[in-house]
């Protein structure tokens, strides 16, 4: 009887989910009417796993969010603006991704963006702790690599930290990777396995492009101009964009996709792995992009450094220092 009652849902385009799936998430994005924030908020809106899609932005948000509400899928979409409402756009959410803050222009570096986009993720940090300090919280504001060590400080001071819980989003570096071996292959880029490890800008970024699948087979100078140019890709969107901003689509399909990725585990799936920025103890580095599986809790599992050739071993000599030059800023900023 059961079985015929969830045939006829599934044929009549209901999906159906076992006992202790909760299916029924709050995702709130902070920055939402930006570049990336907008179309990361449509695909979203199109998660089957979200019920609630709560858009946070200083600006624009009423009209973003009154115009995704009227697309046909089950979540409720509801716009928060300014400061004053940044608290209730959090409470209850079960994920935070955030988008906030400025792009680069040509010439500029990550580090850049660091005087004001530290400041921005210092005070959505400090509602995060409390109004959802049990959210999974998945930064994408550059830099990276020292946003989310002052995420962590400050959620530390509040006493509310949780490593397990605070991602920095690098799924661009991979989603890139993927793409650059796939053409470069002649198959299919949704078919190529490939980690990028250690952190998100220049020489922090290490494709371990001896670990792909299907294999990139080339010699030593066609395996260097690869690397370099998943190192660089920010780089040729911010060229290519002439001075309107960086990777935004591009930007936005990964973190539907990383954020897809927190909720299926959130939901008891299993499998799901994903290559993220968070506190880690594989390296010398205080935090590093490894393969994570993802779970109930956030990081499940760090399954560590994959295997590195030679000249991968010296790429990971040289995003080291960088790396921990970056988390010291963080440190410091979020302490001062
Ligand atoms: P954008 O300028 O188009 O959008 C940023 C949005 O943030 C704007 O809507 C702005 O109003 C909002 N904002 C500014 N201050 C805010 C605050 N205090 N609270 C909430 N929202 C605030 O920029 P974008 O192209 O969407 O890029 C956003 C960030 O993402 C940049 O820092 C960029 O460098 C970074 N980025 C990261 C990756 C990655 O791989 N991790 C990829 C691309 C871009
Ligand atoms: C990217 O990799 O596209 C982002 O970090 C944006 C940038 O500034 O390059």
Sequence with gaps: MLKQVTKQLALQGVRTFSVGQQNNYKVTVCGAAGGIGQPLSLLLKQNPLVTDLALYDIVH???????????????KTAGFIGADQLGDSLKGSDVVVIPAGVPRKPGMTRDDLFNVNAGIIKDISNSIAKNCPKALVAIITNPVNTCVPIAAEILKKAGVYDPKRLFGVSTLDVVRARAFIGHALGVDPQTVQIPVIGGHSGVTILPVLSQSQPLFKGNQDTIEKLTVRIQEAGTEVVKAKAGAGSATLSMAYAGARFAGS???????????????????????????????????????????????????????????????????????????
């Design 61 to 75: 948000t009423p009209g973003v969010a009154a115009d995704l509400s009227h697309i046909d899928t089950k979540s």
């Design 262 to 336: 927190l909720l299926k585990g959130l939901n008891g799936e299993k499998d799901v792995i994903e290559c993220s920025y968070v506190q880690s103890t594989v390296t010398e580095a205080t935090f590093f992009s490894t393969p994570l599986v993802l779970g109930k809790n956030g990081v499940q599992e760090n399954l560590g450094l994959p295997k590195l050739n030679d000249y991968e071993k010296k790429l990971l000599e040289a995003a080291i220092p960088e790396l921990k030059k970056n988390i010291q800023k963080g440190i410091d900023f979020a302490n001062a």
